[in-house]
């Protein structure tokens, strides 16, 4: 087999590793002629990445689909894709960012303990299955039942603690100081962030160097997805690509907090999105929000919209997800996008849309005839 270098029509630079992984595979100039030039470039990139991220711990989290939306893009008048983080074993994004907490934590914990509205709960309790480490979730009395069973069934010890995820969160530290667990916060940490940064890695390797987003369309509860975001955004170069943030009404403590200009506590949750029910979102997503760093435009929509939005998804995408990702879904289903075009916060001319699917956990079908009836009689 001859020198790769010395065959016509083939080039590899060689990669600057302080790049990082998805950099690498943007930037490596590669052209291929025959197979076993695929097979040796194939392996020298995987090495090159290897080399770049250093020691990879096993990861729990699989790469999901990006699927292109017909439906979706036709809406808005540009190509739509579809990040679906609802695929994940445990049902969502979540299981990126606790994934990784987990494992670097495991080697001085007897146990972990973590406050959830029930998909932190799930990431948390497969990732401590699967490296054989006992988990108690707290959750609120608003979590559907089906979630307190997936929960046991994947062998957590399960707490129904106070009526929101703040009353949960009290209580899970409180077993943090007296039993000393391993606290596992459902979206405040650097190592969460850092895990959910690996999406936005993936979409750019799936994209491809040529398409950069015109917007990430996410949901924002306490602001771990947030933050997720810009760092995979930092990593692949595109920290000029806005962030549309969406919340749904009695569940919007960003919102709140952009516009008062400082942390806002709201008083109660009163939206059915209950896993965007953190009262207050972490500092490091508010100083994000504050910061021009990065655009982040901060959207609201109501528990109805949200429904319509999971309800049109279904139909069209034949996917079901949870409310707290129909908040998302909304800013293309309720107008939102076209009017953040209308008021000059996003170009007319608008690059493809990258929607994060966080997941879908905490619906079944049940749930959501429960959820048009509540709806229906507001």
């Known amino acids: 087999m001859s020198s790769l270098s010395s065959r016509p029509g083939f080039s590899l630079d060689t990669p600057n590793l302080d790049q990082t992984p998805v950099q690498l595979i943007v930037n490596l100039n590669v052209s291929l002629i025959d197979w076993d030039s695929i097979v040796l470039t194939t392996w020298s990139l995987f090495s090159s990445v290897q080399a770049a991220c250093g020691n ?44 990784y907490l987990c494992q670097q934590l495991k080697s001085r914990s007897k146990g972990f303990v973590c406050s959830s509205g029930g998909n932190a709960g799930m990431a948390a309790a497969y990732v401590t299955r699967k490296m054989g480490v006992p988990a108690t979730i707290i959750i609120p009395s608003s979590t559907p039942h089906s979630v307190v069973q997936r929960l046991k069934d994947q062998g957590a010890h399960v707490k129904i603690v106070g009526k929101v995820w703040d009353d949960a969160n009290a209580e899970a530290l409180r077993l943090v100081k007296t039993e000393g667990l391993s606290y596992v916060s459902p979206f405040d940490h650097p190592l969460i962030w850092k895990g959910h940064s690996s999406l936005i890695a993936e979409a750019a390797a799936s994209l491809g160097p040529n398409v950069k987003p015109g917007a990430v369309l996410i949901s924002v509860g306490g602001g771990g997805l947030l933050c ?65 760093e990065i655009t982040i435009i901060s959207e609201v929509v109501t528990d109805k919209q949200a429904l319509h939005a999971v309800e049109t998804f279904l139909d069209e995408e034949r996917v079901l997800v949870e409310m707290a990702c129909g908040a998302t879904l909304a800013a293309v289903y309720s107008g939102v996008v076209h009017r953040l075009q209308a008021e000059g916060r996003l170009p007319a001319l608008l690059d493809p849309l990258l929607v994060i699917v966080c997941g879908g956990s905490n619906i079944d079908t049940e749930q959501l005839s429960i959820l048009k009836h509540k709806l229906q009689t507001k």
């Not at 190509?79 to 074993?89: A, D, F, G, I, R």
């Not at 109660?268 to 100083?287: H, N, R, Y």
């Open 228 to 292: 997720g975001v810009v760092q995979g955004l930092k990593d692949v170069g595109w920290m000029d690509v806005p962030i549309v943030a969406m919340e749904t009404v009695g569940a919007d403590c960003l919102n709140a907090s952009v516009k008062t200009g400082r942390i806002v506590t709201l008083d109660d949750i009163t939206s059915e999105a209950k896993c965007l029910g953190a009262k207050t979102v972490c500092t490091k997503a508010f100083e994000y929000s504050q910061s021009n």
């Open 56 to 99: 990879m711990a096993e990861h729990f989290h699989i790469n999901t689909p990006l699927l292109e939306s017909a439906a979706m893009s036709k809406r808005v008048g540009t190509t739509v894709y579809l990040k679906m983080e609802n695929s994940q074993p445990s049902g969502s994004f979540k299981i990126r960012g606790i994934g």
